[in-house]
């Protein structure tokens, strides 16, 4: 399929912009949404892009039952210029393809997909704001349709993006947030579904947050599933270290999310000359460095918030605080490159960002 290939059925009304002060993430909806669909006779097709609207499906779609669904998420952004820009945006089609697999989901043309996301953005370009800290959030997902109650893969699906403009992911906005050390509860082990991004990841990791929420802290840290004392990621970011003038951040395995900023900023650590290191790290690990002294920074890294600096661990209920609760400089720098970059503002060296025409 090509681009001339989708079908394209504006809207007749438009829905009113919020302001930029009103944006939260994830509650506003642009006019329009892309949606293609699977058969086995036909594979993918029937690509449209149509008023953002409900879906109507059977009470008996597997989609309600199994949880075999997939996801992705990205932005764009819109430059002083006027261009359109999207930040790496083919790595999260390669991602949403790996996810596939795990999920016995039918591929995806990921240049297809692309250009079908670069003409959606193109119809509804007036909802991208330009505010500091705002964009045009992007999620791309995978559905079931079929009509069956049985544990199988589904033969029918429902390819769908729709667009969201937001402000920032956490209310703290750059100032660093308060973490909780997971402890009881897990959110993936090896061999599961932890590196998919799919649905059930996150719906196993609701109650730790709930509780976590309830003691004033943003997010959870998760340890292993089955030693429970090694470092893997925030309950919605890949987390880095700074010890001694030396970053740390957990190497992947099959439980954690490869995310596409966290392996920007190793490439961009790299390309400053810090010294990076990715491997196993337990959680008694970085409380002996903070007892040292050595605990300098501590990050989160994800498409929602971009850099988000931590700055409080609770750690066998007691509190670590790293660099006196306060933002630290290689975090801000990491803050203010990206988002530099995403925006059209600084030198691109990687060439990352991808033009929508």
Not at 8 to 34: C, I, W, Y
Not at 53 to 72: K, N, R
Not at 108 to 136: M, R, Y
Not at 255 to 271: A, F
Request: proline residues 6%; negative net charge.
């Amino acid at each position: 399929m090509k681009a001339t290939d989708i079908e394209v059925h504006l809207s007749q009304t438009q829905k009113p912009k919020p302001n930029a002060d009103q944006l939260e993430f994830g509650r506003n909806f642009t006019d329009h949404m892309f949606m293609m669909d699977y058969s086995p006779n036909k594979g993918w097709h029937s690509p449209r892009i149509i008023p953002y609207q409900p879906i109507t499906l059977e009470p008996s779609a597997m989609a309600f039952h199994y949880g075999q669904t997939v996801f992705e998420g990205l932005k764009a952004y819109l430059t002083k210029a006027g261009d359109v820009l999207l930040f790496r945006p083919e790595k999260n089609m390669q991602r949403l393809n790996q996810s596939n697999t795990r999920l016995c989901i039918p591929h995806i043309d990921e240049e297809f997909a692309l250009a079908a996301l670069k003409k959606l953005i193109s119809i509804d370009k007036e909802w991208i704001p330009t505010a500091q800290g705002t964009s045009l959030y992007i999620r791309p997902f995978i559905i079931p349709t079929e009509h069956f109650l049985g544990v199988a893969p589904a033969k029918h699906y429902h390819f769908i993006i729709i667009l969201s403009p937001v402000g920032s992911y956490y209310k703290e906005g750059i100032n660093p947030v308060k973490i909780f050390v997971e402890n009881e509860y897990v959110r993936a082990v090896a061999g599961g579904t932890g590196r998919a991004k799919t649905g059930g990841n996150y719906a196993a990791s609701l109650k730790a947050q709930e509780e976590a929420s309830k003691r004033g802290f943003s997010q959870v840290l998760w340890l292993d599933g089955v030693e429970k004392k090694y470092i893997e990621e925030l309950g919605s970011m890949n987390i880095f270290f700074k010890v001694a003038g030396e970053v740390i951040t957990p190497v992947l395995n099959e439980s954690i999310l490869p995310g596409v900023t966290r392996d920007s900023v190793i490439q961009l650590l790299k390309h400053w000359g810090v010294p990076v290191n990715e491997r196993k790290i337990s959680i008694d690990e970085i409380y002996d460095y903070y007892q040292r002294g050595m605990l300098e920074e501590a990050f989160g890294t994800g498409t929602a918030a971009v850099i988000s600096p931590v700055g409080e661990l609770q750690v066998r209920d007691e509190n670590l605080i790293i660099n006196n609760g306060e933002t630290g400089t290689l975090s801000k720098k990491l803050y203010d490159t990206l988002t530099g970059i995403q925006r059209g503002e600084i030198e691109d060296p990687f060439n990352w960002n991808e033009v929508v025409e």
